[in-house]
Structure formats: structure tokens, C-alpha cells
């Protein structure tokens, strides 16, 4: 049974009716399932079982303390992409020797937190940031481990906001450049190369991309080898896909296989940084319906929950299933309704033509909304952001509290008199 399921025409979670929690923690709520967050967890790990491996989480996913602390308590490493992301995983109990810091901006406090944190791997965007990192290193005395982000030029065939590894986008470094600049990494002070990553982009559905991306990262590693710089680890990224609707991407087990099929008899661990594929379909956002507003071209369903809290349908016109907690509504007619929030913006919607049988009152879910749901959320409107909530069984956990307004102003002042 997954973790989300209808009980008795009512939407639960594990053991719990969505329902309730609503009732303890009021709407809009994220709502997480630490089943599912260790069951997408461990699809990996018995994927990987027998090899030199690591999966770093990537932390940007959701970063919500308990989720990292989930996680940690399984043996994950964590991918990171700020000094706040280290801060996070270190405070969540996660293992700053198995933290990898990718990101292509990372400034001289961050490289200095990390370094004194002893994380296994900067994954290094730039020359630019390769002298930085080797500076900084050089200057606390300490040598820092680092693997290139390399890009392979490869279509992840994504959206092209979550596409990262054409020669056209800003990340990694150009592949038929990396030779050099390991060459010159190697004679940098603070700096010991130890491995070889790329990230080719997000929601990917089908193996073939991943696994062009690693041919040709392991045809300069080979190269790399003959030029006696041996390394230790490959990292292919994350980037697998999750069904929002009817996507059918790959088990991870498929993917792992495949990657390691690849490796062959290399004497390389393999890192993988896994986001969505963890925490999307972990979560829900439930929202309830303000108002019903039909009009003649339209039908409107105004929900408390908007565009600030979960942007992803905004901003990429990303589709993610809206379902009803309560299922026995006979007495309603089913009507084609536009799932709105309150937000002063026509593009703040969370699903458009949805046929629900729905009363003002009533709530909804957004499924698959634990990765990339709360972590881009927003004060715009000063709205306050959403509490978020982990249930472990029959037991439910305010991870996060709902944000006060004294809270959100409690950073401004106004000009002194
Ligand atoms: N590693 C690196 C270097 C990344 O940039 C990302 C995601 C990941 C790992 C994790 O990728 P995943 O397994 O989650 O696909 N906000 C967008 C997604 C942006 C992804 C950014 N990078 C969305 O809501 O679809």
C-alpha cells in the first residue's frame, strides 16, 4: 500500500486521515510521510548493494530538518549547494565527511565552512572557483578533495529550466576542457582531485540520457588514468524522474544497474545525488476551498494554498494530481474547475480543468509536492508559509510551524524620524 491512500472514502497518510491532520494543523499544510521518504531511500541503497557507493540527497529538495534527519538515521550523504544547506545537514545529525558541495557560486565563507566541517567532495563548477577553493584551502592550512563538474553536452530532454548539462547552460565545465584543467588542479596548492561528476538535469524519464552522460565521463576518466591522475569516485548526478501523471520513469534499480553495468571493472565508487525521487512523492499539500466561483467561461476553485507555496505549476506549468480528501460526495456534481489561490497574479494556479465534485469547506490535495513544494515557497503577498507536518504511522509531527506575520516583519524596520 503506498504511503498515500483512500481509506474508507478518505484520503490517509500511513495511518492517519489526511482529514485530521488538517484539523490539528490547519491549511495549507505540507504533509510528509517518513515511510515513503525511507522506502525511496532504501530502493536506492538495495540497488546499489555490494558496491562502493554513496547517495548524497540532494539537500535543495526539501531541506526541512526532520526529512535530512530522516535520512541521515539511514546512512545518507547529502548533496549541498550553500553554506546554509551544510549548516541544515549538520544540525539534522547528517555526516559532514559524507556531504558533497555542489553549486556553482560558492563563496569564500562557504568553501571556509566547509572545510573546517572535513566534507568529502567540493564539486567544482569553474577555474574561477578551482583558484578560489585551492586559496582558501591553501590559506587554513587544509587540503581540500575535489571532483570537476563536468558538462557533457548531452539533452536530458527535460524542461529547459531544469536542464543542466548543454553546453549552452551555465553549469560544470566544458568537456573537452576538463583534461586541462585537471592538469592544472593537480599542480594547485589545498587541492587533491579525487573524483568526476556531471548533473544533466531533472524529472528525466529514460535511462539513455544518464547513460550517454557516463560514457562520455568515463571516456576521460579514462584518459585522465593514462595521464596518471587516478581518481576515486565517479558522481552521475541526480536528475530521475517521479510520475506526476502519467510519466513512467525508471525504477532506480533499472538506472543503478545500468550506470554500474557501465563502470565495468573500474576500480571507481559511484555517488549519486537523487532529489525529487526521494522526497516528491513523499509528500501532499493539502489546501481546502475558500470559494466556488463559476463564471461563464470559467469555473474557479479558490483554494487558501497559492502560488507562494507551491510555484512549481506556475513556473514550469508542471502538472501534479489534485484529489479530493473526502471521495463520498454523491450529493455534488463533478464540475471542470481551475485550482487557484489567492495570490494577485493570473499565473497563481495549482492545476487548471480538474473535474471535482468539491464544496467550498472541503479539502484538496496536491500530490507528489514534497520535492521542490515548500523549499521554493515564498512571502509574496505576505502571505505567511505553509506549516509542514511528518507523519510516522499513526503519529504526527509539526516539523515546521506556520509561519506569524510578527515573524515575517520581525526583519524590517522602517526609516528612523
Ligand atoms: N545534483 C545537482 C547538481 C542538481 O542541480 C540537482 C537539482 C540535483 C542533484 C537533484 O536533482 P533531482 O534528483 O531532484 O532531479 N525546481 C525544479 C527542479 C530543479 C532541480 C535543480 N537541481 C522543479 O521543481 O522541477
Known amino acids: 500500500m503506498t504511503a498515500f491512500h483512500y481509506q474508507d472514502h478518505s484520503l490517509f497518510v500511513e495511518e492517519l486521515p489526511l482529514s485530521q491532520v488538517a484539523e490539528q494543523f490547519g491549511t495549507p499544510c505540507f504533509v510528509y510521510s517518513r515511510r515513503a521518504l525511507q522506502d525511496n531511500f532504501l530502493a536506492y541503497e538495495k540497488a546499489f548493494s555490494g558496491s562502493d557507493h554513496l547517495i548524497c540527497y540532494a539537500v535543495k ?34 555526516d559532514p565527511a559524507k556531504v558533497i558541495f555542489s553549486g556553482l557560486g560558492k563563496t569564500e565563507d562557504e568553501i571556509r565552512a566547509a572545510l573546517n566541517a572535513n566534507i568529502l567532495c567540493f564539486n567544482v563548477e569553474s577555474e574561477a572557483e578551482l583558484l578560489r577553493i585551492s586559496a582558501v584551502a591553501d590559506w587554513l592550512g587544509k587540503t581540500a578533495p575535489i571532483s570537476l563538474r563536468v558538462n557533457p553536452d548531452v539533452d536530458a530532454g527535460t524542461h529547459p529550466y531544469i536542464s543542466t548539462g548543454l553546453k549552452e547552460n551555465k553549469f560544470g565545465i566544458d568537456i573537452n576542457r576538463a583534461l586541462s584543467v585537471y592538469e592544472q588542479a593537480k599542480t594547485l596548492p589545498g587541492i587533491s582531485i579525487v573524483g568526476i561528476d556531471c548533473h544533466i538535469g531533472s524529472q528525466l524519464t529514460t535511462v539513455a540520457p544518464f547513460l550517454d552522460a557516463v560514457d562520455r565521463v568515463l571516456q576521460l576518466v579514462d584518459t585522465l588514468s593514462e595521464r596518471g591522475i587516478k581518481l576515486t569516485h565517479i558522481d552521475v548526478g541526480g536528475g530521475l524522474g517521479v510520475t506526476y501523471r502519467d510519466e513512467t520513469p525508471p525504477d532506480p534499480s533499472v538506472l543503478v544497474s545500468a550506470v554500474r553495468d557501465r563502470l565495468g571493472d573500474r576500480a571507481l565508487g559511484l555517488i549519486m545525488e ?17 470559494f466556488l466561483k463559476p463564471t461563464e467561461h470559467k469555473n474557479f476553485a479558490i483554494v487558501d494554498g497559492a502560488m507562494n507555496d507551491l510555484l512549481r505549476p506556475s513556473l514550469y506549468s508542471a502538472w501534479q494530481d489534485i484529489v479530493p480528501v473526502e471521495t463520498n460526495r454523491d450529493d455534488i456534481q463533478s464540475y471542470c474547475y481551475d485550482v487557484v489561490g489567492p495570490v494577485c497574479e493570473s499565473g497563481d494556479f495549482l492545476g487548471k480543468d480538474r473535474d471535482l465534485a468539491i464544496a467550498a469547506g472541503d479539502l484538496l490535495a496536491v500530490k507528489s509536492a514534497g520535492a521542490y513544494g515548500f523549499v521554493m515557497s515564498s512571502n509574496y503577498n505576505t502571505r505567511n508559509r505553509a506549516a509542514e507536518v511528518m507523519v510516522d504511522g499513526a503519529q504526527c509531527h509539526l516539523v515546521r510551524q506556520r ?15
Open 61 to 94: 529538495a526539501n531541506s526541512n530538518l526532520a526529512v535530512l534527519n530522516v535520512l541521515a538515521k539511514l546512512g545518507a550523504g547529502f548533496d549541498i549547494v550553500s553554506g546554509g544547506e551544510l549548516e541544515r545537514v549538520i544540525r539534522a545529525g547528517g
Open 274 to 290: 537523487p532529489g525529487r525521487s526521494i522526497a516528491a512523492n513523499a509528500g501532499v499539500l493539502l489546501t481546502r476551498v475558500e
Open 403 to 417: 509561519e506569524t506575520i510578527d515573524y515575517q516583519l520581525s526583519l524590517e524596520t522602517v526609516l528612523p524620524e
